[in-house]
């Protein structure tokens, strides 16, 4: 079983800026291709990000791109989203992803693709 801890949240004024962590108990974790998703109240589960493998290559949501950056560190077993110029619609449940990948390169955008959830950590921006 693949546990996964987000951290990082909190509350922070419009433009601020925020990095989400995600420590993964998987071995190795350069196996697994990953994501972060987001759920706003009464709002459908959100893609934001997705990463290879590798870590070379990643896919953002438009909400996200140009804004939200998203990276690993395999050896720390650890992902992570930089997310800059925040706006209170970024409000909302953030959630890392992860499932064993297909190859180094293959890259995950759907939620019903990953096996394994973090607990969520909460990101609030105020007006």
């Known amino acids: 079983q693949v546990h996964l801890v987000e951290s990082g949240g909190g509350l922070v004024q419009t433009g601020d800026s925020l990095t989400l962590s995600c420590a993964a108990s998987e071995r190795p974790f350069s196996s697994y291709a990953a994501g972060w998703f987001r759920q706003a109240p009464g709002k459908d589960r959100e893609f934001i990000a997705a990463?290879?493998?590798?870590?070379?290559?990643?896919q953002y949501s438009h909400s996200a791109e140009g804004r939200f950056t998203i990276s690993r560190d395999n050896r720390k077993n650890v992902l992570y989203l930089q997310m800059d110029d925040l706006k209170p619609e970024d409000t909302a449940v953030y959630y890392c992803?992860?499932?064993?990948?297909?190859?180094?390169?293959?890259?995950?955008?759907?939620?019903?693709?990953?096996?394994?959830w973090g607990q969520g950590t909460q990101v609030t921006v105020s007006a």
């Open positions: 990463i290879n493998w590798i870590g070379d290559r990643a």
């Open positions: 992803a992860v499932v064993r990948s297909r190859s180094p390169t293959h890259i995950e955008v759907s939620e019903g693709d990953y096996d394994y």
